[in-house]
């Protein structure tokens, strides 16, 4: 099931960060950090690729910070998706926007800077900060029947 659901989800993210020069969906291997003391591996995250000319795209303590990280839940991961990843996204890292994807419920639980939690059943609705019109996801094609 996880893998399928972030399948799904990539398919339909990457042709929307690529018409929006949004920069790139990076999948597991792909680290953010925070200061040294903390490093995250997301399923999904969406970041531009690294500026500089002379940094490779894997030097992830200068990398862009993400604008839009996903999770996606598993029973082993549960505590740690909605609490310290949580904290660690939104809190220390500046994060604007965190999904944690729950095939098992049919939901995404979106976590905005400064907001409350929403839970989304039918539609999930991604606004960059770029300025680049909403992405409206449909759930029914991320979790169809699991």
């Not at 042709?15 to 040294?36: M, S």
């Not at 030097?59 to 991961?77: N, Q």
């Not at 939104?90 to 939901?107: K, M, N, Q, S, T």
Request: with cysteine.
């Amino acid at each position: 099931m996880y893998p399928r659901v972030t399948a799904r989800l990539t398919r339909v993210l990457d042709p929307y960060v690529a018409a929006n020069d949004l920069g790139f969906v990076y999948h597991p291997k792909a680290v953010f950090r925070v200061g040294n003391k903390v490093q995250l591996e997301p399923d999904l995250m969406i970041r531009k690729p690294h500026p500089s000319p002379n940094r490779r795209d894997e030097d992830w303590e200068t990398a862009p910070t993400p604008s839009l990280v996903i999770e996606i839940l598993s029973p082993g991961t549960r505590q740690r998706d909605f609490g310290v990843k949580r904290e660690v996204y939104l809190d220390e890292g500046g994060i604007p926007e965190y999904w944690i994807a729950d095939a098992d419920r049919h939901a995404v639980y979106v976590y905005r800077s400064g907001q409350p939690m929403m839970e989304c059943r039918d539609l999930v609705t991604w606004s960059p900060v770029s300025g680049a019109g909403p992405l409206v996801i449909d759930l029914n094609h991320i979790f169809p029947g699991e």
